[in-house]
């Protein structure tokens, strides 16, 4: 990359979450291009808007958008905004929209999320995993709906900076610097793997718990049994977490209980997966926590009940 251009971004999965960073990022002077499926034609003719709760209505017309990757010009940030379920069918597109020392960011939630890619990318590529703080769903085609939040937590997983701590520490900050860049909140995490535990404290209740109970967080935070049982999921990730060595105080699952009583009325990601019958997240929410604690000998069996039942509701909504 010539020093002093700003570096080019290519989303790889414009949904909610690529949507929104994409356009955040594209207002503050990127040159970001978006790798789209089913909404490429809307999006080529109608542009991308973002309705939101903080920034009012935000709109991208004309949006340089892409049905194939072959197609993109090579990017020296790529940020994977699919669901995980996507991943290793989107490794092609990732490799060919990639400069030859680029770096792949996946701003998705789960455990483990990076290693399947790591097995199929380039070692010349950069792996970074990115804990994404926010509210944020698609309205319609090209239309997307900010509740809340925005901050976006990055740490290094893999690449040619895997033994130099100076440069994976440097490569991180460039990442997280894009977002401060564009106005939001960013953090650099120095254990990726402590990041996602840290991540999954707010994720394995309430996502499991919205398609199990048909309940966003209003009427899951209202409820006396629900609340119990969102207790009891955090305090098993928790107790998963440390297993592996990743302790998390109990005030950060407090702090997030109480916070989550101070949103606005959500229904996480899951929800919508569930309701437009799109896989869901179990493998990267339930699966890799639960093997990873067991493989520390640590049992979970409240997460592990509420993973055989969504395992049955994702095997019988389609
Ligand atoms: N939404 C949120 O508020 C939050 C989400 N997350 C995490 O972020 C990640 C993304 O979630 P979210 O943005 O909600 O998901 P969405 O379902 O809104 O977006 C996923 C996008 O990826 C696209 N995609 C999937 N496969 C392909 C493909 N082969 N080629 C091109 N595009 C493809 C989909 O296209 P198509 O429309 O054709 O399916 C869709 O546009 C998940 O891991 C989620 O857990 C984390 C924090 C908050
Ligand atoms: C936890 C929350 C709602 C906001 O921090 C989120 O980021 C998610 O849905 O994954």
């Known amino acids: ?40 034609s809307t999006v080529v003719e109608q542009g991308l808007q973002v309705n ?11 949006v340089q958008a892409y049905a194939s990757a072959e197609e993109m010009p090579l990017c020296d940030w790529l940020l994977v905004g699919a ?53 944020v769903h698609r309205a319609g085609p090209g239309q997307i709906e900010h509740q809340a939040l925005g901050a976006v937590n ?7 900076a895997s033994a130099d701590p100076v440069l994976s520490q440097a490569i991180v900050e460039e990442g997280a610097a894009l977002f401060r860049e564009a106005g939001l909140d ?59 060595g990743h302790v998390i105080p109990d005030a950060y699952a407090q702090q997030l209980f109480k916070s989550t009583e101070h949103m606005p009325d959500y229904w996480p990601s899951m929800y919508h997966d569930f309701l437009h019958q799109r896989p869901l997240e179990l493998a990267a929410i339930y699966v890799a926590p639960l093997a990873a604690a067991r493989a520390a000998g640590c049992e979970l069996p409240k997460i592990q009940a509420l993973y055989q039942a969504l395992s049955f509701i994702d095997r019988h909504h389609a």
């Open 1 to 40: 990359m010539d020093a002093g251009r700003k570096p080019r971004v290519g989303i790889i999965g414009t949904g909610a979450i690529g949507g929104f960073y994409g356009v955040m990022l594209a207002r503050a002077g990127f040159d970001v291009h978006f790798l789209l499926r089913s909404e490429f």
């Open 52 to 62: 939101s709760a903080q920034y009012g209505a935000l709109s991208l017309k004309p």
């Open 154 to 160: 990055l740490g290094y997983h893999s690449g040619p």
């Open 186 to 244: 960013s953090k650099v995490m120095g254990n990726l793997q402590q990041a996602r535990w840290q991540k999954l404290v707010w994720n394995v209740p309430y996502n499991g718990l919205s398609v199990l109970l048909k309940a966003s967080t209003t009427p899951l935070m209202a409820d006396p049994d629900s609340r119990e049982l969102i207790q009891n999921l955090m305090q098993e990730v928790l107790l998963g977490a440390a297993a592996c």
């Open 83 to 135: 669901k995980t379920t996507s991943n290793l069918q989107l490794a092609p597109a990732i490799i060919q929209a990639a400069a030859p020392d680029a770096k792949v960011l996946l701003l998705q939630n789960g455990l483990d999320v990076e290693d399947g890619l790591r097995a199929v990318l380039p070692e010349s590529l950069h792996l970074l995993g990115g804990l994404c703080f926010i509210c």
